[in-house]
């Protein structure tokens, strides 16, 4: 098995991938949050989060494999800054969960290129959603 599985996600990394709605989406939470609670900041969930785009957008397509280890550590990162960072812990539940829903998102894409395995978000897409947009 080849690391990462992609050498460009998808044969074109400004496709729509689903990692940028998560990613987009754990953004927006985080924004929510800290507006929510003044003084304090999801910061480690921002860079987190940021280290995952960078490392898609910017490095995979000349560096696969640095690209996808800065991707998969950066989501990965963001998971446990949002599963055990205090910040989360203050701010209200259900926003926690929508920043986990966000960043469970972006890991499914990262996990389906960087391996190659089918993750439920790819089976969907192929079993219900392609053939409504082509």
Known sequence: MTFPAQRLPDGNILAPHHLYIGVLAAYIVCWVASNRMPKREAWATVTALTVALFGFLFVWPDYPATGALLTL???????????FRSFWSD???????????????????????????????DWFWHVYLIHLVT
Request: no cysteine; hydrophobic share 60%; charged share 10%.
């Open 73 to 83: 550590s950066g989501i990965v990162g963001a998971l446990l800054a949002v599963v």
């Open 91 to 121: 701010s209200a539940s259900d926003l926690r969960l929508a920043a986990l829903f966000g960043v469970l998102i972006a890991l499914d894409d990262a996990v389906s290129h960087s391996f190659g395995v089918w993750t439920p978000l």
